[in-house]
């Protein structure tokens, strides 16, 4: 989220009236998440999180592909726009590193947390999983992870 | 230290602001505020949007016809005719003429305007095909000078494919080629079959330079704008798609300059629609009704529907908005409108709304007044003549006319369903359509 606007924040550099609406457009959908309740049912409890997660990601991507691929932004604006948080400064360190291009949330990749000290299972690149499956006989059953509702950020899929 | 200004949402979501100590309300952000946000951008997506009309154009080819007519194509592949006393026309007035041009190679000249807005392909050099066609007419003129009538139409395509013959040596590859290139260029035949990929990647590409979509914004934004359009199916994946906008938006600084215009896509689209009758938009009926309804502060749609019971009827609302409950939220959205502008107010709603789909409006425009010449608008004296005559019938008429011209159904799909779109009365409506119409013409 933003940070709020107060009187010693700084003014936003020049060029932010251009993609202002777009940030306003993530603001609004995350607004629409906020207006929509959980649902009751157990297994759908966390989707309006995941929802939320998406938006925070596509807001990040964006910016990261404004000054990184599009190259449309200065620096100045950049580290303006991470100060403020409109981008989640960590994420984009991730993915400028080889491997973690798609990388979907933090959280999917700190092995410490989980219970086997592996990694996120959407971080398994999708034919990995198909041939696993195969092994076993299955169907590849992973359609979301739980952490952010992310089904599968390898960088390879 | 109290702020007196305060930020409250309208129901359409758009944000205004309410002075506490002045009892003032305002949609534009006060000024003093800490943090300066380039005051009041309007709602305009896209800043190209209003720069694409002033685009120069530069006439390409020109092709002589008979009695001194001249036509003109330029590099935004438009076609302008030249009268004798040198003055550019939109429409060709010279009977002669006409018929030249009905007897010239079709393809060949489609395959010329697409060369114009800067079509290449390593196989076809654009100026033999330039001078195959001036070739060509020198023929026909003579032709339909030394026996003027006589000579029926069988006779003179047989001397054209003779010609045909002469000019090109016979090279099944390259005819097999030639066609390939005009089909892909009509857009006639499924997209689908167009087996090669690059060959798609770069309509889409092109698709996406014609819209002048924002490169500061993102895909799921800019989509929308163009998914009713028929290139954008020949790329498959909604990701795939999203990764060619994203390289288009990276060479954007590259190539800016390069503006290729493809209007030669969905014409058999078009032409069907072109066929049917005047049908008016979901929501105008219902629209018409609410206007013609006295509001009050505490009107609500119940109110509405008893007062008008027969016009419901009439106008057979029901079959244009079959669920009750989205007659209701329209209703609703409506009333609010009314409730709280008055008409010079809804008046300036309306502009500012059309004026943010000015891109898609002239795109629309062109591509009808490219396809057809017979127009259907009205002189401006006429339209006077018209209004001062009150009569509602006819106004109406004109009012679907002019959204049949701008093709409603199809590109601005998105701007009918927008309930601003129905804060007018026809007969208001009809008027500042008219004159915005009026306007995007007057500029070429």
Redesign the interface.
Known sequence: MPRI???R?K??PEG???????LQ?FE?RLQDIQSTGDSKVGVKGSENLWKIMQVHH?RSR?VY??FY????ISRELYLWLLREKYADKQLIAKWRKKGYEKLCCLRCIQSGESNNGTTCICRVPRAQLERDAEKKGMEVTFKQCIHCGCNGCASTD | MRRPWKEYTAPNGKKYYYNSETKKTQWERPIFESRVKDDVVPVNRNPQGSSALDKINIPVYVIPLSNDWKLVIWNNGTKFYIDPHGKSQKGLEDPDSLELLDYINRDKLILLVGFARGYMSSHIDPDVVYDEILEEIEQMKQDLNGDKGSESNDDIELVLKDNKDANEPVNEEELELQRQLITNLNDVDEPNTIGNNTEAKKKFMELLDNFHLDKFSTWRIEMKKIESQQSFFLIESNNEREQLFEEWCSNFQTVNSDNYEDGLESDSSMDESDGDELEPTKYHYLSHIINKTDITNDTIYQDVRKQQKSLFKEFKIKEFITSKKEQEQFTSKLLFYYKNFDLEERKKLFVHLINTYKVQLSYSLQHSLDTDDKVGLLSETQFRTLLEENNSFEIETTLLRLEQLINVQGLLNKLIEEPIYYVLGIKDKTVELFNILNHLMSIP
């Open positions: 606007a107060t009187r924040t003014m936003a932010f009236a251009k993609i202002e609406p777009t457009d609004k596509e964006y592909m404004l691929k599009r190259k449309l």
